[in-house]
C-alpha cells in the first residue's frame, strides 16, 4: 500500500497544480490515475519498485546464513555504502568464492531482495549460468557479442539492474572480460552509465584456501570467528587469477582491480549442517525435530576423513537429504 499512497499524493499535488492555473485539469488527474495503477501493478525502473533496504539485509544475512561471520559482514558494509552513496564512480562488483553449499547462491538471492521488490524474480534481474548459458567453446566469440548486447541492453533500460554469473569456474577464459569496460570507471559508454548496475560473481574457485586457512585455524586451536577477511583475501585473488580452469584465468578485470572485494565463505561445521536443516524444516511449517535433523546432518561426508570438521558439501543437500530422514 505504501507504493499507491506515494503515487496517490503525487496525483493530487499534480491535480491542484493544473486547476490552480485554469487548466482542464480532470485529464490530466485521469492520466495520473492510470499511471499510478500501472505502476501499482507492473513493475518500473522506479523508487517504489527499486529501493534498498539495510534492515531487511542486516536481518536475513544475521538470521539465514550460518557459519559465515566474515561474508555476512563483508557484503552488509560494501552493499550498503555502495546504495548508500548517490554517484558511485563505478558499477558494483562482488566476486562470492568457496566450495558447494556454503551460501553464494542464496547470498545473491538475500541482495536481490533487500534491493527489488521482486527479489530474485524481478525483471532487472539477470542469472546466468556458464553451463546452460555458455556451453560451448566453439561458440565463445558470439558468446561474448551476445553477453555485451544483454548487459548494454538492459541497463540502458534500467540503470539499476543486476547482473548474476554462477559457476565462473566453469565459464570459459575470457568470456567474462567482453564486459570489462562497463565495470570499469568511466561516466557513460556510447551514452550509456554503467555506474548505478551491480555484478556479482560465483564460485567454487579458491575454496581449496580457504578450507585451508579455516583447517589451520582449527588445528591450531583457534575459533573460526576470529578469522578475518584479511587472512583469505590475497590467497583468493590469487587462486583464482592463476586458475587455468576459472572465467577469472588471467582475466584483465582482475589485473585492473575492478573487482570491488572478494568474499570468501568458509567451510561449514556440523553444527551449521543443523541449523540449515532446521531452517530448511521451519521453511516447510514443519514441527521442528533436531534429533532428526542431527542424525542427518552426521551421515554426511565430513574433511578431514578422521576428525570430520568440515561438511564436504555443506547445506547444498539438505532439502533432498531430510525427505529421507522425516
Keep these: 500500500m505504501a507504493i499507491f499512497k506515494r503515487v496517490a499524493n503525487s496525483c493530487g499535488r499534480a491535480h491542484q497544480y493544473w486547476h490552480s492555473r485554469g487548466y482542464g485539469s480532470s485529464d490530466h488527474w485521469l492520466s495520473c490515475q492510470l499511471s499510478k495503477f500501472f505502476y501499482y501493478f507492473h ?21 539465514k546464513l550460518f557459519g559465515q561471520h566474515v561474508a555476512s559482514h563483508v557484503i552488509l558494509k560494501t552493499v550498503t555504502g555502495y546504495m548508500k552513496n548517490p554517484n558511485p564512480k563505478k558499477p558494483l562488483v562482488l566476486s562470492l568464492h568457496g566450495w558447494t553449499g556454503t551460501g553464494k547462491n542464496f547470498v545473491s538471492q538475500l541482495i536481490a ?12 534481474v539477470h542469472l546466468f549460468t556458464a553451463t546452460a548459458h555458455f556451453p560451448h567453446p566453439k561458440h565463445l566469440e558470439t558468446y561474448k557479442e551476445q553477453l555485451q548486447m544483454w548487459v548494454k541492453g538492459n541497463v540502458t533500460k534500467c540503470p539499476r539492474s543486476m547482473f548474476i554469473f554462477d559457476e ?56 573460526r570467528e576470529e578469522i578475518k577477511l584479511k587472512d583469505l583475501e590475497m590467497a583468493v585473488t590469487l587462486a583464482v587469477f592463476n586458475n587455468k580452469q576459472s572465467g577469472f584465468w588471467h582475466a584483465s578485470m582482475i589485473d585492473r582491480n575492478l573487482v570491488d572485494v572478494y568474499v570468501p565463505f568458509l567451510p561449514l561445521e556440523l553444527k551449521h549442517v543443523v541449523q540449515c536443516g532446521l531452517a530448511e524444516m521451519a521453511a516447510r511449517d514443519m514441527e521442528l525435530d533436531r534429533d532428526v535433523v542431527e542424525q542427518m546432518a552426521k551421515d554426511l561426508n565430513y574433511f578431514p576423513k578422521e576428525e570430520r570438521v ?12 531430510l525427505d529421507y530422514y522425516i
Design 43 to 63: 513493475e518500473c525502473c522506479r523508487p517504489e519498485w527499486i529501493s534498498f533496504n539495510k534492515t531487511h539485509l542486516e536481518l536475513a544475512l544475521d538470521r
Design 113 to 124: 531482495e533487500s534491493i527489488y521488490h521482486n527479489g530474485m524474480k524481478s525483471g532487472f
Design 168 to 223: 565462473m569456474d566453469k565459464m570459459q577464459a575470457g568470456l567474462i572480460d567482453s564486459i570489462k569496460p562497463y565495470l570499469d570507471y568511466y561516466e557513460n559508454l556510447d551514452g550509456v552509465s554503467y555506474r548505478q548496475a551491480i555484478f556479482i560473481f560465483l564460485s567454487n574457485a579458491g575454496g581449496e584456501k580457504i578450507a585451508e586457512v579455516a583447517l589451520n585455524f582449527w588445528n591450531a586451536g583457534r575459533d
Design 310 to 321: 568440515f561438511a564436504t558439501q555443506g547445506c547444498k543437500v539438505i532439502s533432498s537429504r
